[in-house]
């Protein structure tokens, strides 16, 4: 069974609207660590967040947000205002005795 | 400014040729990884090392070697490359303090066709 689950495999926008980024994990520990990496078109992927699980506070950084509920396993992220420059590969992982990465999604910002 | 290097960008090769994917960090990390990253699957896990001349199998390490013969550097080999092995390549690394909670540090990636 998938591990982490990013259902969205593409989405598109047009600058300026907001993108929320869906991510549902599936573990048995209760220590674990959540993972948002962005790939953007020159390949290299860049560690955006990482959150352990006993902290659920939610996290703001600049235009990015990222609501951690354990009630639904869900680590979803928010680009606010989106920019052309977001546009990338953005990838949730989950690490508890391992790391596991999901399949992606794809956002294309339009300007 | 850290970097992990992937030597090649883009390689084209033929089935059952030898392929030497190299990899270089300059972090001093302890931890180095290989991933393929397909689309619909993500990245999954090939081979791992913990230490020079430590390796051990991820999730997918049929049909790949490594070797980390200096603690700079990661190779991944495909001894016979195969036509299914055509996909993105890349190459991570994290201290060893880090464990498994720690970030990865990626290089920009190896596309590798296989004809």
């Known amino acids: 069974a998938q591990k982490v689950t990013q259902a969205q495999t593409e989405i598109s926008v047009v600058e300026k609207e907001d993108v929320t980024l869906d991510c549902v994990y599936e573990t048995r520990d209760t220590t674990y660590y959540l993972f948002w990496y962005k790939q953007p078109p020159s390949g290299e992927l860049v560690f955006l967040i990482r959150?352990?699980?006993?902290?659920?506070q939610n996290e703001i950084s600049g235009r990015y947000s990222w609501n951690f509920q354990k009630s639904t396993s869900s680590f979803n992220f928010t680009i606010t205002a989106s920019q052309v420059v977001d546009s990338a590969v953005y990838f949730c992982a989950l690490s508890d005795y391992k790391l596991s990465f999901g399949a992606g999604t794809t956002v294309t910002v339009r300007a | 400014d850290v970097k992990v290097t992937q030597s090649s960008r883009y390689l084209v090769k033929r089935t059952g040729e030898k392929v030497f994917l190299e990899c270089v960090q300059d972090?001093?990390?302890?931890?180095m990884f290989w991933y393929r990253q397909d689309p619909g699957l993500g990245l999954r896990l090939i081979y791992f090392?913990?230490?020079?001349?430590?390796?051990e199998k991820g999730d997918i390490p049929e049909g790949y070697s490594v070797s980390r013969e200096k603690k700079e550097r990661f190779s991944l080999i495909l001894e016979s490359a195969s036509t299914n092995q055509t996909s993105m390549y890349l190459c991570?690394?994290?201290?060893?303090?880090?464990?498994?909670?720690?970030?990865?540090?990626f290089g920009e990636g190896s596309r590798l066709t296989v004809l």
């Open positions: 991570a690394s994290s201290p060893r303090t880090s464990g498994n909670t720690g970030e990865l540090f």
């Open positions: 090392s913990y230490d020079v001349k430590m390796k």
């Open positions: 959150r352990n699980s006993f902290d659920e």
């Open positions: 972090m001093d990390h302890e931890n």
